[in-house]
C-alpha cells in the first residue's frame, strides 16, 4: 500500500520527497484539455497538481448536486495520475480563489446563519456537501491506490478568524466522510495570521502563502514552528507567479526570468505548489470581487494571471525559463516538450437577428410579483440579472425625483422602455429625475450582480446581497407593487428573435456560423458595451468595454462541426454587425 506521511519532511513510501505542484482548477479548464493542462504540469518536471473544489458549483442549490461536464473532479484526478501525478485536494467550504463569494453557494444567504463558522446551521449544510462530496475524494487517496497525498481544511482563515472550535468541525466532518490522508491549513506566513488561522495545536500541518521573499518568509513560519516544537517541512501552499486583473485596470505582468529565479529560492528551501500553474477562465458569472472602500471591484472573465501556462493552456515565457533552470538543478527528474495547441480567427460573422430584452422578457426569465421588490437570493437565484418593474402615477406638472435605495451592483433605470440613467456603486442613491409623458409611467429597473466580494472585510457583509435591496422611493415614499424578473440566463434556447428590437435598449444579438475544423479562438468583443456571451448556450463569460481584456476565450470543446451559434446579451445599446475572432488575446490601452 501506498503511504504519505508528514514528519520531519515529507515522505512518499518511507522516501522523503519534495512537493513540486502546480494549481489548475479543473472547474476553470473545458474537460477536452484537462489532459493537454496537465501533461505540461508533467513536462516542466513537477510531480502534483493542486485544485480548489468549489461548494457553489456541485451545490448550485440547496440539496441539488452535480459532478458532471467540467465538475467531474474524479476523472479530473483520474488524468493526473494515469500521466504520473499526485494531487493536492482543497475542499475546503471557502476556497477564495478570485471565485464568486469565494465558493459559498449564495443560497447560504437565505438562512440566518454565520458562515465560516461554527454556527450548528451553517455546519449542517457542510456536512450535507461533504456528504456528497468526500466519499468520492476518499476513495482517489493514495492509500486506496489513488493520487491524492493531503486535504485542505480551510482556506486562509487567519485573514479573516480565529475560531479554533470551527476549524475542529471542518476536520471533523472531512474524517467523518473518510478522509483519512493529512490535513493541512494555509495562511500568510506572519505570526498574527498562522496563529488565527492555522490548527497547530491540533498536529495539522501549516503552510504558508506568498509569491516572492522564500527565505524571508519561510523563516517566519521555522519561528512559528520553533514556538510549538513542530518538526515540519515548510512547504509554499500558493506560490504566486502572477497575479489577476480587474475591470478598468492595467494587466499585471511578471518578469519571466525574476519569476523562475523566485522559485527556484523557494523550491531549495521547501516544497511549493505553483499558484497558478494554468488559471483558466472563470466561465459563467463565475468572477470574484475585491473589497476596497465603499466600491467593491469586479474581476474579469480570464483567469489568464499571467501564469505558467496561458488562459489556453499553452505554456508561456516563464514556462519555459523555469524548466531550463529546473534541468540545471534537478537534472535526475523527468522534463519532456510541452504540448502546444494552435488558435484560429474564424472569418467575421454577420449579425442573423436581434430583439430587445423587453420584449422577449417571458421567454427567458422567471417571473414573480411583491408587494415591495426581494432580492436576488429571496427569488432563489444566484447570479445574473434581476429586472424589476412598476407603474408610478404623475403627482406633479415637473419632474419627479427618484431614488433608488442600497442597489447591487449596477442599475439601468428605464421610463416607458427609454433609458434614464445608468448608476453603478457610487451613484446608487443619487437623486433621479424622472420625467412623465402621459399620467402614467413604466419605470424598469435592471439590475446587475457583477460578482461577489471573494475575499476580506466585506465576505459577510450584507452587501454581497444582490438586486434592488430596499428598493426605490418616489418623493419621499418606498414604491409598491412590483413585478420581478429573475434572469440567471442559465438557458436562453427560449429566445424569441421574431419579436422586435429597439435602439437603446439591453437586448440579445444572434450569429451563426458553421465549421468544418475546431480549433480554440479569441471572441473579439471590440464596439460591444458590456454583457455576457453565449456560445451554443453556454455562458462563457461577461465583457466590458473598459477592459482590460477586450476579448472572450472560447476553447474548442464548445464548438462543433456544423452549425454554431453565439448569442450576445448587450446591456448598453452598442453592438456590431458582424463579430470577428482572433487567433490570441485583444487587450485595451488603459
Request: charged share 25%; glycine share 8%; aromatic share 14%.
Amino acid at each position: 500500500m501506498n503511504e504519505f506521511t508528514i514528519k520531519d519532511d515529507f515522505y512518499l513510501n518511507g522516501k522523503s520527497f519534495k512537493i513540486l505542484s502546480g494549481a489548475i482548477h479543473y472547474f476553470r479548464v473545458h474537460p477536452d484539455d484537462w489532459y493537454h493542462s496537465l501533461f505540461n504540469l508533467k513536462a516542466l518536471g513537477f510531480n502534483t497538481v493542486e485544485t480548489y473544489v468549489p461548494w457553489n458549483l456541485h451545490e448550485p442549490k440547496k440539496g441539488e448536486f452535480s459532478f458532471e461536464g467540467i465538475l467531474d473532479i474524479e476523472r479530473f484526478l483520474g488524468i493526473a495520475q494515469e500521466l504520473g501525478l499526485y494531487a493536492i485536494v482543497r475542499p475546503s467550504p471557502y476556497i477564495c480563489a478570485e471565485w464568486e463569494w469565494g465558493g459559498l453557494p449564495a443560497w447560504l444567504m437565505t438562512e440566518e446563519l454565520q458562515v465560516r463558522s461554527s454556527d450548528p446551521v451553517y455546519l449542517k449544510h457542510l456536512d450535507e456537501y461533504y456528504a456528497s462530496l468526500l466519499p468520492k475524494l476518499a476513495k482517489l487517496q493514495l492509500s486506496q491506490n489513488g493520487n491524492i497525498l493531503m486535504f485542505q481544511v480551510e482556506n486562509e482563515y487567519g485573514s479573516y478568524g480565529e475560531e479554533k472550535e470551527y476549524l475542529r468541525a471542518v476536520a471533523e466532518l472531512m474524517r467523518k466522510y473518510g478522509l483519512t490522508a493529512p490535513l493541512f491549513t494555509s495562511d500568510g506566513p506572519w505570526r498574527a495570521c498562522l496563529r488565527a488561522g492555522s490548527m497547530i495545536a491540533d498536529d495539522v500541518l501549516v503552510t504558508g502563502n506568498f509569491g516572492s521573499k522564500a527565505k524571508e518568509n519561510f523563516a517566519m513560519m521555522q519561528d512559528f514552528f520553533d514556538e510549538y516544537d513542530k518538526k515540519w517541512p515548510l512547504m509554499c501552499m500558493e506560490f504566486w507567479d502572477g497575479w489577476f486583473n480587474r475591470w478598468g485596470d492595467e494587466v499585471i505582468r511578471r518578469d519571466p526570468d525574476e519569476l523562475a529565479q523566485a522559485v527556484m529560492d523557494c523550491i531549495e528551501l521547501g516544497s511549493i505548489n505553483l499558484y497558478m500553474f494554468h488559471g483558466g477562465t472563470n466561465f459563467g458569472f463565475m468572477n470574484g470581487c475585491s473589497a476596497r472602500g465603499q466600491i467593491d471591484l469586479p474581476q474579469v472573465t480570464s483567469y489568464d494571471y499571467d501564469a505558467i501556462l496561458d488562459e489556453a493552456g499553452n505554456p508561456t515565457k516563464k514556462f519555459y525559463a523555469l524548466q531550463g533552470l529546473m534541468k540545471e538543478k534537478y537534472p535526475e527528474l523527468e522534463y519532456s516538450e510541452p504540448l502546444i495547441k494552435e488558435a484560429k480567427a474564424f472569418p467575421s460573422v454577420s449579425l442573423k437577428e436581434k430583439v430587445s430584452l423587453f420584449a422577449t422578457l417571458e421567454n427567458v426569465s422567471d417571473y414573480s410579483s411583491s408587494f415591495y421588490p426581494k432580492n436576488m437570493e429571496e427569488l432563489g437565484q444566484s447570479t445574473g440579472y434581476i429586472l424589476y418593474k412598476t407603474r408610478l402615477e404623475r403627482d406633479k406638472d415637473e419632474a419627479e425625483r427618484l431614488r433608488v435605495i442600497d442597489a447591487r451592483d449596477r442599475i439601468q433605470v428605464y421610463a416607458d422602455g427609454r433609458l434614464v440613467t445608468t448608476q453603478y456603486q457610487t451613484e446608487i442613491g443619487e437623486d433621479i429625475e424622472l420625467e412623465f409623458q402621459s399620467n402614467q409611467v413604466e419605470l424598469a429597473v435592471l439590475v446587475e450582480n457583477m460578482g461577489r466580494v471573494n475575499y476580506g472585510h466585506k465576505l459577510t457583509a450584507p452587501t454581497q446581497s444582490k438586486g434592488l435591496g430596499r428598493g426605490a422611493i418616489a418623493d419621499l415614499h418606498y414604491i409598491s407593487n412590483w413585478d420581478m424578473y429573475s434572469l440567471p440566463l442559465d438557458d436562453i434556447s427560449g429566445l424569441d428573435f421574431t419579436k422586435e428590437w429597439q435602439e437603446g435598449q439591453p437586448a440579445f444579438y444572434r450569429y451563426q456560423f458553421e465549421l468544418e475544423d475546431l480549433a480554440d479562438t479569441y471572441l473579439d468583443m471590440t464596439g460591444f458595451g458590456k454583457g455576457v456571451v453565449f456560445v451554443n448556450n453556454v455562458n462563457i463569460g461577461r465583457f466590458w468595454e473598459k477592459g482590460p481584456i477586450l476579448y472572450l476565450y472560447i476553447p474548442k470543446g464548445y464548438l462543433k462541426k456544423g452549425v454554431n451559434e453565439i448569442v450576445v446579451f448587450e446591456t448598453e445599446g452598442q453592438y456590431r454587425e458582424k463579430i470577428s475572432f482572433s487567433q490570441e488575446p485583444v487587450y485595451k490601452e488603459v
